[in-house]
């Protein structure tokens, strides 16, 4: 089935020229100029890759992009301003899965639309047919994991929403409590994302999900940082 791209900028001259490479590509192409008229396609449409824009009128590309992660696993790669740094950990906490620089790369960007559709795709067809009944709640320390609504819940039944990168990353810590877990194990067990050389969105991760975990970064006994080595998770783990 041909792949379908939903692009959302509202430069038109990005919008064309997007739309002309990835059509020659054999991809089945449609636009937006907001986030609100993406969202009235997306309502009626199934894509397998949404490009997207931080910088949109109305709603901003990064509140799209965690509307749409909460509802859907479809590929999302978004399009930054080169000095848009913080944008871009916001955007792949918010569960983007990778961001391409302005002034774009055409052949840059059709590589990983490519390659993001693949995957995109094979874990679809991972998926079995009939979910399995699963464990909605895991406990340790303090806490409890409310898997299926992704919130975390205090001795006191006081409840805190985590983001989507938020609780993907507790999720590998709590699969892997008592072992050392260095950055590049813990970016390849989040999503299937693209990360850059010396990325250092974990640290940002980990530093919310200690403050929503009320782990004092000084001096730390949830989430502990071992030097040179990554990150330990000592908190044991029951269904």
């Known amino acids: 089935m041909t792949p379908r791209v939903l692009i959302v900028d509202d430069d038109p001259l990005i919008r ?27 309502a009626t449409h199934a894509v397998d890759l949404v490009m997207l824009d931080i910088r949109l009128p109305g709603k901003d590309g990064l509140t799209l992009t965690r509307e749409l992660r909460v509802r859907s696993e479809v590929g999302i790669i ?19 899965d990778d961001y391409v620089i302005k002034p774009l790369n055409p052949r840059e960007l059709v590589s990983r639309a490519k390659n993001l559709v693949r995957r995109v795709r094979h874990a679809q067809l991972q998926k079995p047919a009939t979910a399995l009944p699963r464990q909605q709640v895991k406990q340790f320390a303090a806490w409890s994991l409310d898997t299926d609504r992704r919130r975390l ?77 990554g990150y330990l998770f000592t908190a044991s783990v029951a269904a």
């Open 16 to 42: 064309e020229l997007l739309h002309a490479y990835l059509s020659q590509e054999g991809y089945e192409v449609h636009c937006a100029e907001t986030a609100e008229l993406a969202e009235t396609f997306l």
């Open 78 to 96: 978004l399009i930054t301003g080169r000095n848009d740094e913080i944008d871009r950990i916001v955007g792949l906490e918010c569960g983007a």
């Open 153 to 229: 819940i205090d001795h006191a039944g006081g409840e805190t929403l985590l983001t989507h990168g938020e609780y993907q990353l507790l999720s590998v810590f709590l699969r892997n409590s008592g072992h050392t877990l260095s950055r590049d194990q813990l970016m390849d067990q989040i999503r299937n994302r693209e990360w850059v050389p010396n990325d250092r969105s974990i640290d940002v991760l980990v530093g919310r999900l200690r403050r929503k975990l009320h782990d004092d970064p000084a001096e730390p006994q949830l989430i502990i940082t071992i030097h040179g080595a």
